[in-house]
Every structure is written in C-alpha cells, then in structure tokens.
C-alpha cells in the first residue's frame, strides 16, 4: 500500500484513532497510580508520562510537547476534551482529510505547548491535555471557513462559538488559557494556508502526507523516549 493511499483509507478515523490513543494513555495512567488517578492523578505520574513540566522543557526535553497532549488531570478533564474532538474532528478530517488534519493537530499541540513556555518560562509547572490541539482545530475551522466566503458564514459562527465557549470555560475553571490560545493561533494560520491550496488540493497532497508521516513519527518517538525514561527510573 502506498503511503497516501494509507492516509486516504483511514478516512475519518484519525479522529477516531486520537480518540482510542487518549483514552488507553488515560487508563494507562489509572493503571500505574491506582483509581485515585481517575479525578486526580498525581503530579508526579503524569510528570513522569510524558506531561510537559516546562522546567524540563527548558532543559531540552523537546518530546514532552507532544506527548502532553494524550494525557489528561482526570476524568472531567479527559472527557470534556474528547467530547470536542467527537464532535469537531471529524467534521474537519472529511473536509481536509487525514494528512493534513493530524499535521494540523500536532502542530497545534506543539504550538499550545510553546505558548505556554513562552508566557511563564522555565517554572516547575506541569501542563498536560488535548485541548491545545482541539483549539487548534477550532481556529481552523473558524478561519478556513472565513476564508470560504458568505456560503460558508454558518459554519464559521460554529466554530466562533466553540472559541468563546472555550476560552471562557477555560478563564472559569482556571484552564491554561495560554496554550488553548497558542493551539488556537496555529490552526488560524492553518485555516488561510488551506483554504488557498483548496482547488489545486492533488498538487499537495504528497507534501501533506510526507508532512503527516513526520508528525506519525515523532510522535511515536516522543513517546518511545518518555517510556525509556520511565521504565529506567
């Protein structure tokens, strides 16, 4: 099988794969720090997981802003944000397809982790969850369908909605709004890139799914060295 053709099969379900991913690293956690991980999981065992303790990030420890994004503070967390990718993934994966929808996701996630970094530096916080990624398909979806014109103005107050639910949910609960608007600033960007390439879409789709293999793999690989660290403490 081809590598593009590998991509197409899966149709809508890199948004179903996010979502069996997220899921069995939230088990995984409830696993290794016993049920009490089910509303709040200790620090330390996300921290050593893969969470992006932004001290570590300052260190070097580049995987960690990937690996942040599959796990989560605890069941309203995690479900909350896997309600939003439900909902919003696959929509945005039949419109742009596989390829383009997870290198837009982990570019969201890795913007929202930066973000983060940015606006606090090297402190000794953890920050762990999907949602810079889920931020980032929202953005997307907001300006791509901006970009599409009056025909598309529906859709667009769609994803304008889920962006103010998001940020004030956020500011309410004292979520990291930093990296919700980091994710969200990524898939803006994103939204205009791909709504210009849209009618000569074939031309792209080799770069989009090499792209997208890059991003298959180092996330495989973050997540090989977060299991490396961890099975060797």
Known sequence: MRADSFWSSLGRDVSHTLLIVNSLLFMLVIAVAGMEALFAPPLETLAAMGG????????????????????????????????VLSRVGPMLESEIGGPRFFTLYTAALIGGGLARYWFSGPVNTIVVGASGGLFGLIGFGMAYAHALGPSAETLRNFFLRWAIYGFIFGFVVGADNWAHLGGF??????????????????????VWTATAWLCAAATAGAFFWVMARFTAQ
Do not use: C
């Open 185 to 206: 600033a990524v898939g803006v960007v994103m939204g205009f890139l791909l709504e210009k390439e849209r009618l000569q879409r074939a031309r792209w789709d080799l």
């Open 52 to 83: 992006l303790l932004l001290s570590r990030l300052a260190q070097g420890e580049y995987p960690l802003l990937i690996t942040y994004g599959y796990l989560h503070f605890g069941l309203i967390h995690f479900g909350f944000n896997m309600l």
